[in-house]
């Protein structure tokens, strides 16, 4: 019940003509010592499709993602990336990690930060090359960030940097986006922003998004399916499907109240076992 | 009241400097290597471990000075030792420094039990401490420049990844960057690089030309390239300036060395602070 089957609409309801695939999880377990963090998982996401992954915290959505991106083994089941095993470093990824005040020890500029997407990882000193640079220009235009690209990044704002790092994930032409909470501490205003400008990269740069998130309603309106992740399982569909009472009650195992107001999504669950109410308090009180 | 002129003064300045040429020749390799690996450490975060580093570095050199056997190896013994043991403890700033508080008195101590058993010129206890550049020798000279070059060739190889995973680390480890690889590369790097300053300005006064230029540097540019320039100019002034500064008054180069860098980081302060306010470059 825990797969891409479990709702009526079966493998991807916004997708009728099969696309690429960008991610695969099949009966993906991943476990530490004796604890299971999920397990039997199956989500496929496909390029130009925006999935969301959402639940908990410590119910294991960020590591999800670095499942795919080789950093921790399946126990069991296979992870691919665009159709071959996933592997450290791939090329087919961009990672857009949260927002965190970058050290303001670092004197880079956000051009530098685009630079080092196409290719920082390699070895040997960097030479000067058009291309690059007119590739990082594009990209840095691309999120509109051109007037603030030669600034310290220390000095930008929360926002201001994740559109640079939405640059430096899109630079490589990666066919799959990993989001590790981009909209973190971000305010409402640049969490649509973002949340917009990375909606447009499955038309720009036809990728597929897989975005953890803690909270639904910024990207409610862009994404095609959810992924929740609690109580070891993982429930995929749309969110018409996933984000009902029944369906999370069941999911946590304990009474889960799903309320939808002014197109928003707010859940609430008994205090125990609380999962958390989407960030639904701070979006109210500035609205 | 001290007498300025005993401070400074060009007494037979011309005549002086054709002696220490050596000095001088040491005094700049150092600056470029200092210079050059200056802007990872900052990036980095490790101005503590490169204190560290250096008390241990002292502690194999004072043991190798009681042993009677050659200071710049033993130098280099203790630096490695405290490289490879900060690599392992790998990038988290705040593990790390408890480790380097716990490793930097011990080495010190042991440092200053073997100065304090050593029989031989005092002059040469002194030196560990606060540096000795005149007394460099064309032995010296050489292991000094080999290690340049060896540690400069290293950094060319590592620089770009290595600096990937020092401001970024979270989509570096992403890109597949072997993060502890580097570190402990790095450390190593660092190692060599600080036991050879220590011959230079001594164990105390490291900090002043690994740490103190680039920090300078990054007051006034954002850009790595300019960063790495500036800090291998600030670096390289400080130290042959230091060295050209004590030969009138024949005093130790290391109180030269620290306030004409420290002199430098406070001219780039309010440069920094001006650009600022300027908005930095073209930020609109």
């Known amino acids: 019940m825990s797969d891409d089957n479990a709702g009526p609409a079966g493998a991807g309801p916004l997708d009728p003509s099969p696309r690429p695939e960008a991610a695969r999880l099949a009966g993906a377990s991943v476990t530490f010592g004796d604890r299971v963090l999920w397990h039997d998982v199956d989500l496929t996401v496909h390029q130009g499709e925006f999935v969301a992954v959402l639940g908990p915290n410590g119910a294991g959505k960020t590591t999800m993602l670095r499942v795919l991106l080789g950093q921790i083994p399946l126990s069991s089941g296979v992870a691919t990336i665009a159709g071959h095993p996933v592997t450290k470093g791939s090329a087919e990824i961009g990672y857009v990690p949260q927002q965190r005040a970058m050290d303001a020890l670092a004197p880079i500029r956000g051009r530098d930060l685009v630079t080092m997407g196409v290719d920082g990882h390699h070895w040997g000193p960097r030479w000067p090359s058009h291309s690059r640079s007119q590739k990082v220009r594009r990209a840095i235009a691309e999120v509109g960030a051109t007037s603030y690209a030669d600034a310290p990044i220390s000095q930008l704002s929360g926002g201001e940097q994740q559109r640079l790092r939405i640059a430096q994930a899109l630079v490589s032409q990666p066919g799959l986006l990993l989001c590790d909470e981009p909209l973190l501490s971000l305010d409402i205003r640049h969490q649509n922003a973002v949340s917009q400008l990375i909606d447009q990269s499955r038309w720009t740069h036809n990728v597929g998004i897989l975005f953890v998130t803690h909270e639904i309603n910024p990207v409610l309106p862009y994404i095609d399916r959810v992924a929740y992740v609690a109580g070891g399982r993982v429930l995929v569909g749309t969110p018409d499907e996933v984000m009902r009472s029944e369906t999370l009650s069941d999911l946590y195992g304990s009474p889960v109240q799903v309320f939808r107001h002014n197109g928003r999504i707010i859940v609430l669950a008994d205090e125990e076992r609380a999962p958390h109410s989407h960030g639904e308090h701070q979006a109210t009180t500035r609205d | ?284």
């Open chain 2, 1 to 284: 009241m001290i007498d300025f002129s005993s401070i400074i003064n060009f007494e037979g300045f011309s005549s002086l400097v054709p002696l220490v040429s050596g000095a001088i020749i040491a005094g700049t390799v150092l600056g470029v290597l200092a210079g050059l690996i200056g802007p990872m450490i900052h990036a980095r975060d490790l101005a503590f471990a490169v204190h560290g580093t250096s008390e241990l570095s002292f502690a194999g050199a004072s043991v190798a000075l009681f042993l009677g056997v050659s200071v710049t190896t033993g130098a280099v013994a203790g630096s490695l030792v405290a490289a490879v043991v900060l690599g392992l403890l790998g990038v988290r700033a705040k593990d790390r420094n408890a480790s380097i508080g716990i490793m930097l008195p011990f080495g010190m101590g042991i440092g200053v039990l073997f100065l304090s058993l050593y029989k031989g010129r005092s002059s040469n206890k002194f030196g560990l401490l606060t540096g000795q550049i005149v007394a460099v020798d064309s032995t010296r000279l050489t292991t000094l420049c080999l290690v340049a070059a060896l540690v400069a060739l290293a950094l060319a190889v590592v620089w770009r990844p290595l600096f990937f995973a020092s401001v970024d680390p979270a989509v570096a480890k992403a890109r597949g960057i072997p993060m502890r690889t580097l570190s402990i590369i790095f450390m190593v790097l660092l190692g060599l690089t600080t036991a050879m300053a220590i011959q230079l300005v001594g164990a105390l006064l490291v900090l002043s030309l690994l740490i103190t230029p680039t920090a300078a540097a990054a007051r006034v540019t954002a850009r790595p390239s300019a960063l790495c320039l500036l800090s291998i100019v600030f670096a390289v002034i400080s130290a042959v300036g230091g060295i050209l500064l004590s030969l009138g008054p024949g005093l130790p180069i290391s109180p030269y060395v620290t306030t004409i860098s420290f002199v430098i980081y406070l001219v780039c302060l309010p440069i920094g602070a001006w650009r600022r306010r300027q908005g930095w470059s073209r930020r609109v």
